[in-house]
């Protein structure tokens, strides 16, 4: 079965510049989380999605920052202007319904923004 | 204000050791934790959890030991092994209510990079 897997695995920017992440999540997982890692600090939660719907994003730092998942399947995650502040990890992480406490990562984007 | 920390950014141990990672957590409320393991270039990958009902959860060589008076949480693996080395997270979340939906919303410390040697 395949991971959680991310898009692109790395990206660097000029601030800025608009960036899209993608994220596909297990098959047949509803629920869908962002989060990032800002160097060297503690991994933040962002966002969370069941099905298509946002259920949670109290973590979006600013409205510079936008978060979809069209169908329920795969999402995005776009920055747009981004600002040097915005580099880091972003993770997406799934889960399914039933289990929400157990949710598996994927290998992240580094995103660094010049 | 961080909720989650793990004060020992760093810790080394001979193969066949145990290895103690601490984590130290300042919200009572906590009511699920869970430890992480971190390749690089890698996500975090699922370790083990514990309910705050629990005091101890074990799997295989790893065991969560969770002290919810000292609001503190450790993780012991035994025997250590070469392919241990990486960055150990721990987290926690309170449990939405209902807990069907609602959002678990991890909340890390920062990490401790756990290297054993050979």
């Known amino acids: 079965e395949a991971g959680v897997t991310q898009f692109p695995s790395h990206s660097v920017i000029e601030k800025g510049q608009t960036v899209t992440l993608r994220c596909d999540p297990i098959?047949?997982?509803?629920?869908l989380y962002w989060y990032r890692r800002v160097m060297g600090k503690e991994i933040k939660f962002l966002l969370h999605?069941?099905?298509?719907?946002?259920?949670?994003e109290s973590g979006m730092p600013n409205n510079r920052f936008l978060a979809e998942r069209t169908g329920g399947t795969y999402s995005t995650l776009k920055v747009q202007p981004a600002e040097l502040e915005d580099s880091g990890v972003y993770f997406c992480?799934?889960?399914?319904?039933?289990?929400?406490?157990?949710?598996?990562f994927g290998p992240g984007t580094r995103l660094l923004v010049l | 204000d961080q909720q989650v920390k793990q004060n020992s950014p760093s810790l080394s141990v001979q193969e066949g050791r145990i290895s103690i990672l601490n984590c130290d957590y300042t919200?009572?409320?906590?009511?699920?934790f869970l430890w992480y393991k971190k390749y690089p270039a890698e996500g975090p990958t699922f370790l083990i959890s514990?309910?705050?009902?629990?005091d101890k959860n074990e799997d295989g060589r790893f065991t969560v030991f969770l002290n919810k008076s000292a609001k503190h949480l450790s993780l012991h693996i035994v025997p250590s092994q070469p392919g241990d080395s990486a960055v150990y997270f721990c987290?926690?979340?309170?449990?939405?209510?209902?807990?069907?939906?609602?959002?678990?919303?991890?909340?890390f410390g920062t990490g401790t990079r756990l290297k054993v040697l050979a």
């Open positions: 992480a799934s889960s399914i319904l039933a289990v929400q406490e157990t949710q598996y």
């Open positions: 098959s047949g997982h509803d629920n």
């Open positions: 999605f069941v099905k298509e719907s946002k259920q949670d």
């Open positions: 919200n009572s409320m906590f009511d699920y």
């Open positions: 514990i309910s705050s009902i629990k």
């Open positions: 987290a926690a979340s309170f449990v939405p209510i209902p807990s069907t939906s609602g959002t678990y919303k991890y909340i």
